[in-house]
C-alpha cells in the first residue's frame, strides 16, 4: 500500500529556524547564587595553576599540575605516578555519582549553576548586556538599521568575547606546564607551537559555544537532558510552574477591571476574594506577565510544564517572586517542588517533607556507593607505600655456567621512589641461597643485598646479577626485596625465579 506524500507550503520547514534569546536582567536570591557560584568557578579556574606549593628542591611547586613529560599528577600535597591512574578513574566515577545524586535530589542543579558551559554562557551574556543593554535595548539595536554605533556594539562585544576565550585557551594550558614559565615563553614566542594551537582551538570553542550558540549547546548538543531522565522520580525537586494555584491565568488589567466591577456578573473583585475565599479557585495567581519567559536564557516557558530546554537555573523563580510581591500576591508560584507535591497540592493535600523528599532509597544509595568509592580512596592513598620494585629476568642469556660450578641469573630491576627526595634503598634476595651483585660491583664483593640512592622522584634501573649453587631444580621462585634505609622508612616486594641447566 502507498502511503500518502508530505507536502510542505512554501512558508513550512521540517526544523525550526532558531529565535535568538534576549534574557532580560533579574535580581532575586537565585541570581545572586548564581553570581555566587560563577564567580568562585572562574576564580579557582584561572587562579589555580598560579598557586605555588613547596615540594622540595626535588620537585615542581606548581599547586595543580598535569606534568606530561614526566607523566605526575601534582595535586597539593598528592602525587599521582601513571601506574597510580586509578586514582584519576575513582574521581571520575564519584564524580558521576555525585552528579546522579544530585540530579536524582534536585533536578538539573550542575546545569543550572557549575556547568562550564552555563558559567561561559552567563559570563558573555553579561559582557552583552553592558555593551547593547537589556533585553527591549538589545532587541531594538538588532532591528535597527547598520551604522557607526550598531558597529562599534558589535566589534566591541565580540572583541571581548575573543579575549575571555583567549583567557580560557591559556588558563588551560598553564595546568600542563609551569604557569610564571610558560606565560613567558609566550610573551616572548617562543613557546611550543602546541601551545599557541590549543590556545587558538579552545578560544575558538568558548567564542563559539559560550557567545553564538549559547542555548543550543544545551538543548541540542549536550546528552546530559536526555540521560537525567532515568536519574528523576516523582519525588526530585525541579524547577515548576504550580499550575494548581496558578491556573486560571488572568492579566493584570483584568484584574484590576474585575476589582472596579465586580458586581456586574463578571470576574470577583479583590474585596470579594478578602471577604469570601472560596471564591479564590474561580481566578489564578499567574498574571501572564511573561516575566518568567523574558528571564530564561534558553527561551523557554516554564508553564509548559518540564522541557528539555529548561536547566533549572532558578532565574524564572526570581522574576516570578518580584512580579507576585507587585499585585500583593504569595511568592514561589514558580519554585522548587516535586511532581508528587502536585498531585498532593491538587488534592489538597500537605506537601512532603524536605526529610522525605532526599532521604529516599535512591539518593541513599546514590550517597552510600559515594561515601564508599571516596573512602577506599582515602585509604589507598594513605596506605600507599612510597617505594616500589619490578624485577624482569634478563633473558639473552637465560643463564650464565660460572667457572666454579655455579649459576648465574640476570635480572633488570627498576626502583621507583616517589618521594620529593633522594632515598639511599637496599636490595636483597630471598628463596635461593645464592649472592647479589650490580654491573657497577663484581662478584668478589657480592653479599646478600646490594645498595644503592634512587633519585629524587624517579624510576632508578640497574642490572643486577644472582649466583647459587648449581645443583638444584631447573627452575626456582625468588623474591626481591628492597627497603628504604632513611627515617621513613618503607619497602616493597616483587617475586621471580631463577633457573639452571637441567
Not at 584519576?88 to 533536578?107: N, R
Not at 585557551?169 to 609566550?186: E, Q, R
Not at 634478563?394 to 618521594?419: A, C, F, H
Request: hydrophobic letters at 45%; proline letters at 6%.
Amino acid at each position: 500500500m502507498s502511503h500518502p506524500e508530505t507536502i510542505l507550503r512554501p512558508d513550512q520547514h521540517f526544523f525550526e529556524a532558531r529565535r535568538k534569546v534576549f534574557p532580560k536582567a533579574v535580581d532575586g536570591s537565585f541570581r545572586r547564587l548564581k553570581w555566587a557560584i560563577m564567580a568562585a568557578t572562574l576564580a579557582i579556574y584561572y587562579v589555580t595553576p598560579w598557586l605555588r606549593w613547596d615540594r622540595g628542591p626535588y620537585a615542581p611547586d606548581q599547586a595543580v599540575l598535569v606534568d606530561l613529560a614526566h607523566r605526575r599528577f601534582y595535586m597539593f600535597a598528592i602525587e599521582i605516578w601513571p601506574h597510580e591512574f586509578y586514582y584519576v578513574a575513582g574521581l571520575l566515577i564519584m564524580a558521576g555519582i555525585g552528579l546522579f545524586l544530585v540530579t536524582s535530589a534536585v533536578g538539573r542543579a550542575w546545569c543550572g549553576y557549575a556547568c562550564p558551559q552555563t558559567v561561559w554562557t552567563d559570563l558573555f551574556v553579561h559582557v552583552e548586556r553592558a555593551i547593547d543593554g537589556d533585553r527591549n535595548a538589545q532587541i531594538r539595536l538588532q532591528k535597527a538599521p547598520w551604522g557607526p554605533a550598531k558597529i562599534l556594539k558589535l566589534l566591541s562585544k565580540h572583541a571581548i568575547w575573543l579575549v575571555i576565550g583567549a583567557l580560557t585557551g591559556g588558563a588551560w594550558i598553564f595546568y600542563f606546564a609551569d604557569a610564571p614559565a610558560l606565560m613567558s615563553d609566550l610573551l616572548r614566542g617562543t613557546a611550543p607551537y602546541v601551545a599557541y594551537a590549543t590556545i587558538g582551538i579552545l578560544t575558538l570553542t568558548t567564542y563559539i559555544f559560550g557567545g553564538l550558540m549559547r542555548e543550543q549547546v544545551c538543548i541540542y548538543m549536550c546528552p546530559w537532558p536526555r540521560i537525567q531522565g532515568a536519574m528523576l522520580d516523582e519525588k526530585s525537586l525541579t524547577v515548576t510552574y504550580k499550575a494548581w494555584r496558578g491556573e486560571p491565568r488572568t492579566h493584570g488589567l483584568k484584574r484590576e477591571a474585575a476589582a472596579l466591577d465586580g458586581d456586574r456578573g463578571g470576574m470577583p473583585s479583590l474585596v470579594a476574594l478578602a471577604a469570601d475565599p472560596a471564591l479564590a479557585p474561580r481566578i489564578g495567581d499567574c498574571i501572564d506577565c511573561n516575566a518568567c519567559v523574558a528571564v530564561c536564557p534558553t527561551g523557554i516557558d516554564i508553564r509548559e510544564g518540564p522541557q528539555i530546554g529548561c536547566i533549572t537555573c532558578g532565574l524564572c523563580i526570581d522574576a516570578c517572586d518580584g512580579m507576585m510581591a507587585k499585585v500583593s500576591r504569595p511568592p514561589r508560584l514558580i519554585g522548587y517542588t516535586t511532581d508528587l507535591d502536585g498531585r498532593i497540592a491538587t488534592a489538597g493535600g500537605e506537601p512532603l517533607s524536605p526529610i522525605k523528599r532526599l532521604l529516599r532509597p535512591r539518593t541513599i544509595v546514590y550517597f552510600a556507593v559515594w561515601v564508599a568509592i571516596g573512602l577506599g580512596m582515602l585509604f589507598a592513598l594513605g596506605s600507599r607505600t612510597r617505594i616500589d620494585i619490578s624485577v624482569q629476568q634478563m633473558r639473552n642469556p637465560q643463564w650464565v655456567r660460572l667457572s666454579d660450578g655455579s649459576t648465574r641469573n640476570g635480572y633488570t630491576v627498576k626502583i621507583r621512589n616517589m618521594e620529593a627526595r633522594p632515598r639511599p634503598v637496599e636490595i636483597g634476595i630471598a628463596g635461593v641461597p645464592g649472592v647479589i651483585w650490580s654491573e657497577a660491583g663484581s662478584r668478589a664483593a657480592a653479599g646478600r643485598t646490594v645498595r644503592l640512592t634512587v633519585p629524587a622522584d624517579q624510576v632508578a634501573r640497574v642490572q643486577l646479577f644472582v649466583a647459587a649453587p648449581g645443583a638444584g631444580e631447573s627452575r626456582v621462585d625468588m623474591r626481591f626485596t628492597v627497603r628504604a634505609l632513611d627515617a621513613e622508612g618503607g619497602g616493597a616486594t616483587d617475586d621471580s625465579y631463577f633457573e639452571r641447566p637441567e
